[in-house]
């Protein structure tokens, strides 16, 4: 639901059209006739992240970043290294 009134009655009523504004209301305030202001609720973000949430959950093999075997290099990939070029992100370097 919105309400509407104007600044004086805002001013004058401050406290409990904050109440209002925090159970979900909307407050529209209005200058001469003439909407000036709108007073909605804050909506909190999901609650800050945490790192380190998942120790024992996730495993890391000891040899994560040893080279891969030769049966799962693509052929491609092997032309590619003899012809001694590295394609990175699609360039040749």
């Known amino acids: 639901m919105s309400l509407k009134g104007n600044v004086h009655e805002a001013?004058?009523?401050?406290s409990k059209l904050l109440k209002r504004v925090g159970n979900g209301e909307e407050v529209m305030i209005s200058k001469a006739g003439k909407p000036v202001a709108r007073l909605i609720a804050i909506n909190e973000g999901p609650a800050q992240r945490i790192a380190g949430g998942a120790?024992?959950?996730?495993?890391?093999?000891?040899?994560?970043?040893?080279?891969?075997?030769?049966?799962?290099?693509?052929?491609?990939?092997?032309?590619?290294?003899?012809?001694?070029?590295?394609?990175?992100?699609?360039?040749?370097?």
């Open 11 to 14: 001013k004058t009523q401050f």
């Open 55 to 93: 120790e024992d959950k996730v495993s890391i093999a000891k040899d994560f970043d040893a080279p891969l075997p030769e049966s799962l290099i693509a052929p491609t990939d092997r032309a590619i290294e003899s012809q001694g070029q590295v394609k990175v992100l699609g360039f040749h370097t």
